[in-house]
């Protein structure tokens, strides 16, 4: 069978966040799914199969990062939407029918894809204790993400403080259920971008995720609220780097970005 790694978020290869991608016939055992993502070993592998006409939704899509499966995943979806373009297995609005329920993926003429994605629901909480020496910057506030993505997104006092962040990774599995999300306002709106994040998912086996789609569902709504706009341009500020367009539509997050098939081969397992 061919598999391929996308780059997502991105418009050039080798920067973005790295997804592979397998169409399948039907999903085998969760074991050799497991195993397949252990070996691509990027933050995601993205399975999919082709469902019957007729029902709510295309294609069922399954996410694994090298360690488990996950709920909701942002990039592997879209790389799987660009496969699926770019080798002309679908066309238009792909329906996906995931863990979080049915997840479109709409290609637009330029190459940009737009996932529509629930809205993460936002829930303040006291800033929890230990958590700012983990991270090792000071701590505004702190928001629960709900169950689609189980993260604790901290907001931090500026830019600079987003990107010098050197956290004790192993201290941060404590905080929630995947991981962190620290963010901050851009330090200069003129170029491009209205805000920063970056993201540890310990308990998910990745250290630091490039680009989070997922992440940016709840970014959304907490930006939105501040900057008074409901479209936003969100920088995720890892080494790779990659950025992400967000619509606020009250339950519903639009994500857009773009998408680079960087190697395609066959898989034997």
Known sequence: MRIQIVDAFTDRPFAGNPAGVLLLDSF?????LQNV?????????AFAHLLPEGGTADWALRWFTPATEVRMCGHATLAAAHVLHSTGRAHGTIRFSTLSGVLTATA????ALTLDFPTAP???VDIPDG?????????LSTYDTGE?????LVELADEQAVRGLRP???????????GIIATAAAEDPTRGYDFVSRCFFPNVGIDEDPVTGSAHTALAPFWCARLGRTELTGLQASQRSGQVRVTLQAERTLLTGRAVTVIEGELHA
Do not use: M
């Open 148 to 152: 689609n993505i189980g993260d604790l």
């Open 28 to 32: 085998p055992e969760d074991s050799w």
């Open 108 to 111: 637009h003429p330029d190459g």
């Open 131 to 139: 958590v700012e020496e983990a991270l090792g910057a000071k701590v």
């Open 37 to 45: 993502a252990l070996e691509v070993n990027h933050a995601e592998t």
């Open 122 to 124: 936002l829930t303040a």
């Open 168 to 178: 004790d990774i192993r201290a941060l599995a404590r905080y929630s259920e995947r």
